[in-house]
T-cell receptor, first 111, second 116 residues
Framework: GIQVEQSPPDLILQEGANSTLRCNFS?????LQWFHQNPWGQLINLFY???GTKQNGRLSATTVATERYSLLYISSSQTTDSGVYFC?????????????FGTGTLLAVQP | KAGVTQTPRYLIKTRGQQVTLSCSPI?????VSWYQQTPGQGLQFLFE???????NKGNFPGRFSGRQFSNSRSEMNVSTLELGDSALYLC???????????????FGPGTRLLVL
């Protein structure tokens, strides 16, 4: 099956800094989503982005499907950005609504 | 619209018992998927229901089962609990109408299960 790798595994930032999180996947995908899991466990959708670039406030994401990677950019980070960021994909011909998650990037933003 | 709701939020059980978790999807959504999250295995797909039928199943033993009702609410059941079943169980809903790769899944807050 598809393998999803995320890097870095951990990241510590000072408030106001920028960061880039990476997601590599081993095969072509139909669906790619970025999620933020807060300290209480809630998974919150950030982007649905199987290809192209999207922006939402301080966050933006780019997926280069032909090269099998996606990037999540966080600018001017805030302490509320802390948590775990997951990339999840769904492969061609795969089971419907079966997301395969990466291992996540744990982000800590210090004041 | 109200989001995905899950009950209970926390649960403590002992080995050998069984447990039932509930998930109410976003109004109008017909697809409900369940995931298990553990520190060791990460987030893993359990199964997906659409219009009261299980469409897909992950690689979990038969002790894990589920069902979906006509109002799209879903339950999952774990029988003969083991210590390793301690996890955060998340459900996600989507409309299920379009091909899944064209839509976003929305997750509930999860149920934290501790097996002693």
């Amino acid at each position: 099956g598809i393998q999803v790798e995320q890097s870095p595994p951990d990241l510590i930032l000072q408030e106001g800094a920028n960061s880039t999180l990476r997601c590599n996947f081993s095969d072509s995908v139909n669906n790619l989503q970025w999620f933020h899991q807060n300290p209480w466990g809630q998974l919150i959708n950030l982007f649905y982005i199987p290809s192209g670039t999207k922006q939402n406030g301080r966050l933006s994401a780019t997926t280069v499907a032909t090269e099998r990677y996606s990037l999540l950019y966080i600018s001017s980070s805030q302490t509320t950005d802390s948590g775990v960021y997951f990339c999840a994909v769904e492969g061609y011909g795969g089971a419907t609504n079966k997301l395969i998650f990466g291992t996540g990037t744990l982000l800590a933003v210090q004041p | 619209k109200a989001g995905v709701t899950q009950t209970p939020r926390y649960l403590i059980k002992t080995r050998g018992q069984q447990v039932t978790l509930s998930c109410s999807p976003i109004s109008g959504h017909r697809s409900v998927s369940w995931y298990q999250q553990t520190p060791g295995q990460g987030l893993q797909f359990l199964f997906e229901y659409f219009s009261e039928t299980q469409r897909n199943k992950g690689n979990f033993p038969g002790r894990f089962s589920g069902r979906q009702f006509s109002n799209s609410r879903s339950e999952m059941n774990v029988s003969t609990l083991e210590l390793g079943d301690s996890a955060l169980y998340l459900c996600a809903s989507s409309s299920g109408v379009r091909p899944s790769y064209q839509e976003t899944q929305y997750f509930g807050p999860g149920t934290r299960l501790l097996v002693l």
